[in-house]
């Protein structure tokens, strides 16, 4: 099939979107975006966008739905540790490490409770959107706690009497300062990365993505 065309998801709206289309810019895929699509066809290449909720990427990178993604590791670890105990498909390969969406994914408790280290938060309850990351981190410290699944609002959750602590991601930290609340623990270190599906592409859409990543690296240098 030579019309076959190169699928790559990006977020559609939030903190990656807006550099994520820089890079496929420079790297000269160009698109004309309409706001409401979520498809948007390469004026310049055979591919085509897929703009989704940054959660939903990496699901669809590693059941083959689409052929490429950008996605921050906090997002794509976090998908696959939910696969990998739900038996459910979860691999790809990683193609290049990128230097945006930079953050952290901290445990934070508000600052008028006393906190001597993680024994502090053994038998607490901890509000996430992350249970995977941080049950996972918190086995391997030895440390029984609950963890409290919720999709936003995190930061609000001690005040509002649902868990006694937040793990969530912190970039300025901004958001913890205005909840009164204090970063005791970094969890995991996050940064966006280029992903593939795991079976294999056509040889033109192989082509076309070593083609994409020649670029990628050119640009990449042209920065440092
Ligand atoms: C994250 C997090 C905080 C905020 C922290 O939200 O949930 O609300 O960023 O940033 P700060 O330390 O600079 O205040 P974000 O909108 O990035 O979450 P998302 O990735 O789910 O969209
Ligand atoms: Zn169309
Ligand atoms: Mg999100």
Known sequence: ???????????????????SMKLLEACGVKFNIH??????????????????????????????VVDLGLIGENVLEEERLERVIKQQPSGFSSLRRLDFGFCRLSVAV?????????????GKKIATTYPRLLESYLEKQGIKARTVM???????APRAGLADAICDLVS????????????????????????QREEALS??????VNKLLARLDGVQLAKE
């Open 172 to 195: 300025t930290g901004a958001t913890l300062e205005a909840n009164g609340l204090v970063e005791e623990e970094v969890i995991f270190r996050s940064q966006v990365q280029l992903i």
């Open 1 to 19: 099939m030579s019309n076959e065309r190169l699928t790559i998801a990006v977020q559609k709206s939030g903190r990656l979107s807006k550099e």
């Open 35 to 64: 706001e409401a699509r979520l498809m948007a066809h390469s004026t310049s290449h055979p591919v085509d966008l897929l703009r989704v909720r940054d959660d939903d990427i990496p699901g669809l990178v590693m059941d083959g």
């Open 150 to 156: 919720l999709t936003g609002s995190v930061e609000v």
């Open 110 to 122: 508000p600052k008028e409770e006393k906190y001597e280290g993680l024994q502090s938060l053994a």
């Open 203 to 208: 040889t033109e859409k192989q082509e076309l």
